[in-house]
C-alpha cells in the first residue's frame, strides 16, 4: 500500500487501540501505577510519569504525521522547549532567533543567566549574522518558522544544513503551522515540537506539548529526560489532543480559506498600515514561505493606523473576535503583543524584533468568513474614530 495521507492518519489516530473491548475511540487510562506480573515482571507500563497507553497512542500518531520515528509528550508547549534545554551543558552554545515565542525567549535567557548554557541571539535572516554564529560551534540551533508575531519565515533547509556542517541540532518550533502544512523533518531537522495547545488540539481546552525526532537514540534521549524531570503529559489531555487530531486537515483548510481572505481585506483597508502575511506577494518572506510550506497558515499580524490609541478602540468595538492570546483554535483570537504574549520580552528587545505599540495579532478561526469579515470592518472604521 502507498504511504498513507495525512488526513488518513489524523481520521483513523488511535483506532483499534483498545484491546480490551474493541472501543472505536481509544480509552483513557487514568491510573497512576501498574501491577506488575510477578516479581521482577513487568508489562508495557508500570508508572504513568513514565509510560501511559493513551499519551502514547498521542504520541505515536504525531510522530507518522511529523514523519519521525519518537514522539514525547509534554505538559505544556513550554515544557517541551525546556526539555530541549536539557540536551545542553554549560559550556554549550545555543543559536536562537531573536523574534521566537516571548516564553521560550524568557526561558532561554534566563537559564543562560544562570550559566547553564551559552546563548546567540540572532536575526536568522540575517546570513552573516548566523554565519558568525555557526562559526562558534553551536551544539544547537532552535529555528522558529513562521516567527511570532510578524510571521517571518526562514529557510529551514538551508540554516539545518549549515548548522549541521558546523556539528549542532537542530529544533524548529511547528507549533504554527502544524504538519499538514509544514513538516521541519523532511527539510532535515533533528527535532520538532509543537505547542499542543495551538492547531493540534484546536479548541481552546488544554495546554499541552510534543516533540517528535527521526532519530531513535535521541527520542528516548528525551523521553528520559521527560520521565526524569516529570513534565510528561495527562492522559487527558493526550486523550483530547488525539481527539482533535482527527479534524486538524479539515479544521486547516477552513483556517487558510478565511486567512486568505482576511489577510487580502486588511491590505487594502485604510486604517491599517502594514499587513504581515507570508502569503501576500508582497511580504518579504513570499518565496520561502512558497517553497516549504504547503500553505501560508492563518496567523496575521496587523499595524494599525493611529498607534496604541487605535488599538485600544479597535479592541473595545471588535465583537466576534476575543480579546485574548494563544492561538489555532476553532475560533478567531485577537491579541497585542506587546502587552501580552511577549510581554516576557523588554520593550528594547520588543522593538527590535519589530513589536511595536500599533501591532496587533489576529488567529483566525473557522467561522463564516463574511461574519469575520464584517466584524473587523466595523471595529477598524471605528478605531479611526
Ligand atoms: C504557545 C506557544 C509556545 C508555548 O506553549 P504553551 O503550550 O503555552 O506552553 C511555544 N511556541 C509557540 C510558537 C507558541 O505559540
Redesign the pocket.
Known amino acids: 500500500m502507498a504511504e498513507k495521507s495525512i488526513a488518513t492518519i489524523a481520521a483513523r489516530a488511535g483506532l483499534s487501540s483498545d484491546k480490551q473491548h474493541a472501543g472505536v475511540v481509544p480509552a483513557i487510562h487514568l491510573a497512576s501505577t501498574y501491577a506488575l506480573k510477578g516479581f521482577n515482571e513487568k508489562r508495557d507500563y508500570d508508572y504513568s510519569r513514565t509510560g501511559n497507553p493513551t499519551r502514547a497512542s498521542f504520541a505515536q500518531v504525531i510522530a507518522e504525521l511529523e514523519g519521525g520515528s519518537v514522539g514525547v509528550v509534554t505538559s505544556?508547549?513550554?515544557?517541551?522547549?525546556h526539555l530541549i534545554c536539557q540536551l545542553l551543558c554549560t559550556d554549550d552554545l545555543l543559536v536562537i532567533p531573536h523574534d521566537?515565542?516571548g516564553?521560550?525567549y524568557r526561558l532561554f535567557t534566563h537559564l543562560a543567566k544562570k550559566g547553564n548554557f551559552k546563548l546567540s541571539i540572532v536575526d536568522q535572516s540575517d546570513e552573516k549574522a548566523l554565519a558568525d554564529a555557526f562559526s562558534q560551534n553551536p551544539k544547537l540551533v532552535l529555528i522558529?518558522s513562521p516567527s511570532?508575531p510578524l510571521l517571518r519565515v526562514v529557510d529551514i533547509e538551508k540554516i539545518t544544513h549549515a548548522a549541521h556542517k558546523a556539528g549542532a541540532l537542530v529544533a524548529v518550533?511547528n507549533?504554527?503551522m502544524s504538519p499538514v502544512l509544514q513538516k521541519p523533518l523532511d527539510m532535515g531537522a533533528d527535532i520538532v515540537?509543537?505547542?499542543?495547545?495551538?492547531y493540534i488540539n484546536g479548541h481552546s481546552d488544554i495546554?499541552?506539548?510534543v516533540l517528535v525526532t527521526k532519530d531513535q537514540a535521541l527520542g528516548e534521549e528525551l523521553a528520559w529526560w521527560a520521565n526524569c524531570i516529570g513534565i510528561t503529559g495527562s492522559p487527558f489531555d493526550s486523550y483530547l489532543a488525539l481527539r482533535g487530531l482527527k479534524t486538524l486537515p479539515v479544521r486547516m483548510k477552513q483556517h487558510q480559506k478565511n486567512a486568505d481572505i482576511i489577510a487580502e481585506f486588511l491590505n487594502t483597508h485604510d486604517a491599517v498600515d502594514v499587513v504581515y502575511y507570508p502569503g501576500l506577494a508582497s511580504h518579504p518572506s513570499h518565496s520561502i514561505a512558497k517553497k516549504q510550506q504547503k500553505s501560508f497558515g492563518a496567523m496575521m499580524s496587523f499595524e494599525v493606523k493611529g498607534g496604541v490609541d487605535a488599538v485600544k478602540k479597535l479592541f473595545e468595538h471588535i465583537k466576534l473576535f476575543t480579546l485574548a492570546?494563544?492561538?489555532?483554535g476553532v475560533e478567531s483570537l485577537i491579541s497585542h503583543p506587546s502587552t501580552m504574549?511577549h510581554a516576557g520580552m523588554e520593550i528594547s528587545a520588543q522593538l527590535e524584533a519589530g513589536i511595536t505599540q500599533s501591532l496587533v495579532r489576529i488567529s483566525v478561526g473557522i467561522e463564516e468568513v463574511d461574519d469575520i469579515l464584517a466584524d473587523l470592518e466595523q471595529a477598524l472604521n471605528a478605531s479611526q474614530q
Open positions: 505544556t508547549g513550554m515544557a517541551a522547549v521566537c515565542y516564553g521560550s522558529e511570532n518550533d507549533t504554527f515540537f509543537h505547542s499542543t495547545t495551538k495546554v499541552g506539548g492570546q494563544s492561538l489555532g504574549t
